[in-house]
């Protein structure tokens, strides 16, 4: 993706046909980068040093982190290349869930799943990881664990469990499974914790949970897939199994054995914050035949069957494109073509150097592609959480107490981190709602969750965080436990509702409200007394928050 | 579903408007216009939907002696003593099940008095199917089979949808398309869902409304007593106009959440204002739901509704692990709910008005793995309601022997009833002609009974 850099006739067309409200190139100067910190007084005229500019910034945090903030936004703007962008996020200190449940419990507040949570909105509010961050929580939806099960309990395996996550978000897919399939969360989520050897004369067979979501959901899927994520037919126009329930329970034998670490078994004393370990006796040691007829050999230990089993699907055809296209759908379009696709499973094939799964590699393919650049397809439906968390990031949100509290934000918004009710996450990959979308054979995700009580539940959410601000008249903060925004560095803009509306949709909606709108937007807001700042930049950012075009990240 | 199927699917629909969906709408309207009693035309529909495959094999239980061995034996640590197990009258004779006696869980009085009372019917061994199936073709593939038999997710989809297949649409809201055009159903939609979206009643030309719990949610930005707010309101209302008229179909379908959400919210709390269960509700998340379903039922009057399908849900059931203790509660809390809310309709009169019914993904294996059992297919379905000859198990139970002729592998049991013939049996009641049950449920046609028998009316 180096060639974007450099050629910067690419990137004028790119860059041009990106974003809808103006301010999306450098070369021409609009309302909305004229505002706040004229972001484009440096811009050359010469093609070779086209700066990335405003909108095109915005979009492109809007998808490869939790939401650009005012200053993250404008220095990309001004950037000729992302790759510095990258080159600091894959450098930067990855944001420790379980670090901040640790040093949050010894100050006094209660270890349990809001403190978990909070961690998570600390993290994507505060964390300089963003990139790590928007990718784990990406992952997140992909290799599921829930505290809507017998975890209800543990929040430090919880919140070990999404460290694993973001300290791999950028590295390797191959070791995350490695360290997936061993987190004490996924053994009990899923049962690899306790399942042992088959007994025949009882009728007692392994547990096949682990062994079937490991393939249908964390790597192969349930169908052969070609190289663009498209799915291979029969002569009969029929899709291909991947695997057979046989293989499954072959799989579910290689799979037996694992407990506590240090423990025999599961007896022994709990440890949830570090790898499971195998007991020789609940091993199956037979031979076994697994997916596409691999041999796994009698005798081997439960170790290296775990690692065979692994490396299979690691290697195996489907996963590339299985993976990547989840992965364009969480942060960028709900409907990529196949050819973006298979751009992306190329790269999650060999990073150039001859890796497999290299994550980051994987992501800015994902981010920079031609596809995600330019202004083709329709986008996705935003997350409700990411929603939140880009409005707290971008009017720097804080409490009194530096907490994120928001512990339960499922009741509002039918999503909370590591919190679906199975471990097919909030919404199908494939959901597509009755009506337009459906007859046009697209889909979007996260309307599954986006329903009538949804849609106002969480509408009331975002207006009470967004009537929660700091003022410099007539605040409503008054207590120090409550997240609540900064709108005192917009006041200024208030006098020209026009302004305000442009300079607003450029860091929310990187511009992408059309100019009809904004100007229905501007007109009322006239109607407020200009006596009353806070106020017009309140309903601003409510009304923008609650437009339909808001919901879609496009 | 591919494009040439749902347009072959609308043309069947298109098609039945002109010839027997005709006369069905006639005979809508002629009941709609007659009606004036309290329960009048009134029907509705509640599934009840237990996510993760629900073990019903530990749900409804042999209580024979020969039986409960057999049971004993295939079902190993799973296996529920016999001295607890709540036995069932035989109110109906019905051949498939010879001598065999049976009880429900220790957890369930409610629904052993429902079916000692005749108003709960058993049906055995339902599941997806494209046609009947011996377990000689099962294994020779010989027959069409459900597609990703023992995935979660695929199973739902085909039970909801009552077709085998990847079908996005649901046979509630096929059934609620059919009855769209019917002038006197209010605007108010034919499907509510107290569980989120749902396929089962996913229609083509029909979207439900999803309520919850506690009621409609009404947004609180448009509460705002202010002096702007009636200019407010007004701006949004000309905004979500606007993006009718948006070329991204993401941004319409938002829209039309939205105008839907406050349109429907006020009217909803209104109908709603002052009405409460006549009986008191588990406090549980399923019984809250079918309190408000309960509820609805109560204000169908001030709601203008003669035709209503309700989903709701339980989940927890994918009992991998630590069966025994997890089932006894989930079981405790199912029959606890559908207790009160049989006791309810019938407090409001309309018990031979509404009929619930539980689904599943699918049940699960026989066999045991540890302490827990694993995806399986056929399971036993729970139908409750005046209108149900109760007191007897429709279909065939399981034979619980490993290598039968309804075992699969390990204990998945072929179904004996496809979800088609459950379905169809309770659409029939619920007023869909003979000929649109097959434009319902296109694989129908392969299965000689078409109506199990259950509904009395």
């Not at chain 2, 159903?185 to 996913?202: D, F, K, P, V, Y």
């Amino acid at each position: 993706m180096k060639l974007l850099a450099r050629s910067p006739a690419f990137l004028l067309v790119l860059l041009c046909a990106c974003g809808g409200g103006g301010g999306s190139g450098s070369t021409g100067s609009t309302a909305s980068d004229s505002g706040l910190l004229g972001s484009d007084t440096a811009v050359m005229e010469t093609a070779a040093s086209k700066t990335i500019g405003s909108a095109a910034a915005a979009r492109f945090l809007a998808r490869a982190s939790f939401g650009g903030t005012q200053a993250e936004i404008n220095s990309l703007a001004a950037q000729t290349s992302y790759d510095k962008w990258f080159a600091t996020q894959a450098a930067a200190t990855p944001c420790s869930e379980l670090s901040r449940v640790d040093a949050q419990t010894a100050q006094g507040y209660t270890l349990s799943q809001a403190a978990r949570v909070e961690a998570w909105w600390y993290c994507a509010v505060q964390g300089s990881d963003q990139l790590r961050q928007r990718m784990a929580f990406a992952l997140s939806q992909i290799l599921v664990v829930s505290d809507q099960s017998t975890l209800a309990g543990q929040p430090r395996a919880l919140a070990y469990y999404y460290d694993i996550l973001s300290r791999n978000a950028l590295g390797n897919y191959r070791t995350l499974l490695g360290e997936v399939a061993r987190a004490p969360a996924m053994g009990w989520y899923l049962n690899m914790f306790g399942s042992r050897k088959a007994d025949p004369s009882k009728n007692i067979r392994a547990d096949e949970n682990f062994s079937r979501e490991l393939m249908q959901l964390f790597t192969v899927g349930l169908i052969k897939l070609q190289a663009n994520g498209a799915a291979q037919t029969d002569g009969s126009g029929a899709t291909i199994a991947t695997y057979t329930q046989t293989q499954v329970e072959q799989q579910a034998n290689a799979l037996t054995g694992w407990g506590w670490p240090g423990g025999t078994f599961i007896w022994g004393t709990a440890q949830w914050t570090a790898p499971m370990q195998a007991t020789a006796s609940m091993h199956d040691v037979s031979a076994k035949t697994i997916i596409d007829n691999v041999s796994i050999a009698a005798g081997q230990s439960a170790d290296a069957e775990l690692n065979r089993v692994l490396d299979t699907l690691f290697n195996h055809a489907n996963t590339a494109p299985f993976i990547s296209r989840q992965l364009i759908q969480r942060l960028v379009s709900s409907n990529p073509s196949p050819a973006y696709v298979a751009r992306v499973a190329a790269v999650f094939n060999n990073n150039g150097s001859g890796v497999r799964g290299d994550l980051l590699a994987v992501a800015r393919a994902i981010l920079l592609d031609s596809e995600a650049l330019g202004s083709s397809g329709y986008g996705k439906v935003r997350e409700p959480l990411i929603r939140l968390a880009q409005m707290w990031r971008l009017f720097q949100a804080s409490a009194g107490n530096g907490r994120y509290d928001f512990p339960y934000p499922e009741a509002a918004f039918a999503q909370a981190p590591l919190r679906s009710p199975s471990v097919f996450n909030f919404y199908r990959p494939d959901y597509s709602p009755p009506g337009a979308l459906a007859n046009a054979g697209l889909v979007a995700p996260e309307l599954q969750i986006l329903d009538e009580s949804t849609v106002n539940n969480g509408g009331t959410a975002l207006y009470y965080f967004a009537i929660r601000y700091r003022a410099s008249k007539n605040s409503t903060v008054s207590d120090s436990t409550t997240v609540s925004l900064d709108l005192r560095p917009w006041e200024t803009l208030a006098s020209s509702p026009v302004n305000l509306v442009a300079q607003l949709d450029l860091y929310l909606n990187n511009s992408s409200t059309s100019p009809t709108v904004q100007k229905k937007l501007s007109t009322y807001l006239a109607t407020i007394p200009s006596t009353q700042p806070e106020v017009r930049v309140f309903e601003a950012l409510d009304l923008l928050m609650h437009l339909p075009q808001s919901y879609v990240q496009r | 579903m591919n494009p040439d199927r749902r347009r072959l699917l609308q043309l069947g629909v298109r098609i039945a408007a002109g010839s027997s969906l005709f006369a069905t709408l006639g005979a809508y309207q002629r009941a709609l216009a007659a009606t004036s009693s309290a329960s009048g035309d009134y029907r509705a529909l509640v599934c009840v939907f237990l996510f993760g495959g629900c073990d019903t094999a530990n749900l409804v239980v042999p209580t024979s002696a020969s039986a409960y061995g057999l049971y004993s034996a295939i079902r190993s640590t799973l296996t529920l003593p016999l001295s607890g197990l709540l036995s069932l009258n035989s109110l109906l004779s019905l051949p498939l099940l010879g001598s065999n006696r049976y009880g429900f869980h220790a957890a369930c009085p409610e629904l052993q008095s429902l079916y000692n009372n005749g108003k709960l019917a058993i049906v055995g061994n339902v599941g997806p199917l494209v046609a009947p199936l011996t377990r000689a073709q099962f294994q020779a593939k010989s027959v069409p089979l459900p597609p990703q038999l023992f995935s979660h997710i695929d199973q739902q989809r085909q039970v909801m949808a009552g077709m085998a297949g990847s079908e996005p649409s649901g046979w509630a809201g096929r059934v609620a398309d059919l009855m769209a055009s019917a002038a006197a159903q209010s605007a108010l939609a034919t499907n509510i869902s107290i569980a989120g979206r749902n396929t089962w009643q996913a229609g083509i030309d029909t979207v439900p409304y999803v309520l919850s719990s506690s009621g409609a949610p009404r947004m609180r930005y448009w509460q705002a007593g202010d002096s702007r707010a009636s200019a407010r309101r007004a701006l949004f209302t000309g905004l979500l106009d606007a993006a009718d008229a948006e070329s991204n179909p993401m941004i319409q379908q938002v829209s039309q959440v939205q105008r839907r959400a406050i349109n429907t919210a006020e009217r909803l709390a209104t109908a709603l204002n002052g009405i409460s269960t006549p009986v008191s509700f588990p406090s549980s998340s399923l019984g809250q739901q079918l309190a408000m379903v309960a509820k609805m039922i109560a204000a169908r009057g001030s709601l203008g509704v003669k035709r209503q399908l309700f989903f709701v849900s339980q989940g927890g059931y994918d009992t991998h692990d630590n069966q025994l203790a997890t089932q006894a509660k989930l079981f405790a809390d199912l029959s606890a709910s559908l207790g009160a809310f049989q006791a309810s309709t019938e407090a409001l009169g309309v018990s031979g008005n509404v009929t619930a019914f539980t689904a599943t993904d699918f049940g699960r294996t026989l066999t045991a793995n540890s302490d827990g059992s694993d995806h399986g297919w056929g399971s036993q379905s729970l139908v409750i309601g005046g209108g149900v000859t109760g007191g007897g198990v429709y279909g065939a139970m399981p034979s619980l022997l490993l290598n039968n002729s309804d075992d699969a592998g390990s204990g998945r049991v072929i179904p004996y009833y496809s979800t088609e013939q459950l379905g169809a049996t309770l659409a029939s009641w619920f007023g869909v002609s003979s000929a649109d049950l097959d434009t319902v449920f296109p694989n129908l046609r392969n299965f000689s009974t078409r109506n199990i028998g259950f509904m009395s009316s």
